[in-house]
């Protein structure tokens, strides 16, 4: 079964940069397509960034675009998600989650049923 760990998460003012990590088991990391997931209480976990397993493609959602980049490390089998100018709209959950069963390298899964594993999340907030 394959692991993964989310940290980095904490309390910020609107405006203010975090960086997320998303550290993964396994010794075939390079073959997951990877993706970070938000969720608000009472609200729908949604996709927020994603990055496909060669590194080549990725996903952001409108509401983080030109704000949050997605990048990969598949020597330390680690995703992280680089988050700036922080909004208070931005305060929730962070997942980070993995697709094993990914065969074209350029591939971004896009759908909560894609993904295969989950981490147990860490929590992001932003004040006004």
């Known amino acids: 079964q394959v692991q993964l760990v989310e940290s980095g998460g904490g309390l910020v003012q609107a405006g203010d940069s975090l960086r997320l990590s998303c550290a993964t088991s396994g010794r075939t990391f390079s073959s997951y397509a990877m993706g970070w997931f938000r969720q608000a209480p009472g609200k729908e976990r949604t996709l927020v960034t994603a990055?496909?397993?060669?590194?080549?493609?990725?996903y952001y959602a409108d509401s983080v675009e030109g704000r949050f980049t997605i990048s990969r490390d598949n020597a330390k089998n680690t995703v992280y998600l680089q988050m700036n100018s922080l909004k208070p709209e931005d305060t929730a959950v962070y997942y980070c989650?993995?697709?094993?069963?990914?065969?074209?390298?350029?591939?971004?899964?896009?759908?909560?049923?894609?993904?295969?594993?989950w981490g147990q999340g860490t929590q992001v907030t932003v004040s006004s």
């Open positions: 990055i496909s397993r060669s590194g080549s493609s990725t």
């Open positions: 989650a993995a697709d094993l069963i990914v065969y074209n390298t350029n591939y971004v899964p896009r759908t909560r049923e894609a993904y295969d594993y």
